[in-house]
């Protein structure tokens, strides 16, 4: 069964200091896989997407790695502001049938300050 | 350019009562897909369309209904009301490419 599985449930850092969120799947064919954050009361927002081929991308202080072998992924996020606080989504995709992406439960992070 | 504009925000239903939650993008998409999120869950697919006059099941269709009359519009008709349909919904569009647009979702009470 394709699975998505995200921890931790949520987190609690200081202002500043980085953190890691991780993302384990069971989908395949793999197709990609993307992080999406979701600010309280909105939609997701699309931080990275990564093919089978890609090993990190990165969009500001948001940094994705992915290792294809072991279906695991994770997003590093450096310097943490208040504004990160929010529900970070990984999402996989199957070769067979992009239309279909299967969505983790997300990882809710505070962070204070 | 708007993106995805979901209409209404907020809704309260009474069961039994029927409602469309409508769904427009400005951005010539021609995929379209409405998911739904319970608390503490994945989204999960609801109804998806690849263009205009074409729409399919996702995984969780029933008590619902879709139509795909032009490429801008991609409304969710609910009949009959369940307080299992309490969620919040999210309407989603994209291009060929890989990157999908979200709406700010819908939040639904049935009761």
């Known amino acids: 069964k394709n699975q998505v599985e995200q921890s931790p449930q949520s987190l609690i850092i200081l202002e500043g200091k980085n953190c890691t969120l991780q993302c384990n799947y069971t989908v395949s064919p793999f197709s990609n896989l993307r992080w999406y954050k979701q600010d309280t009361g909105r939609g997701p927002v699309s931080l990275t997407i990564?093919?089978?081929?890609?090993n990190t991308k990165s969009n500001g202080r948001y940094t994705a790695t992915l290792d294809a072998d072991t279906k695991q992924s994770s997003l590093h996020i450096t310097a943490s502001q208040l504004s990160d606080s929010a529900s970070y989504i990984c999402?996989?995709?199957?070769?067979?049938?992009?239309?279909?992406?299967?969505f983790g439960s997300g990882t809710r992070l505070l962070v204070r300050p | 350019n708007a993106g995805v504009t979901q209409t209404p925000k907020f809704r309260i239903l009474k069961i039994g009562q029927s409602m469309t939650l409508q769904c427009t993008q400005d951005?010539?998409?021609?995929?379209m897909y409405w998911y739904r999120q319970d608390p503490g869950m994945g989204l999960k697919l609801i109804y998806y369309?690849?263009?205009?006059?074409?729409?399919d099941k996702g995984e969780v269709p029933n008590g619902y209904n879709v139509s795909r009359s032009t490429t801008e519009d991609f409304p969710l008709r609910l009949e009959l009301a369940a307080p299992s349909q309490t969620s919040v919904y999210f309407c989603?569009?994209?291009?060929?490419?890989?990157?999908?647009?979200f709406g700010e979702g819908s939040w639904l009470t049935v009761v």
């Open positions: 369309s690849v263009g205009a006059g074409i729409t």
């Open positions: 990564m093919t089978f081929s890609e």
């Open positions: 951005m010539n998409h021609n995929y």
């Open positions: 989603a569009s994209r291009a060929s490419g890989n990157t999908i647009y």
């Open positions: 999402v996989v995709s199957a070769m067979d049938s992009s239309y279909k992406l299967i």
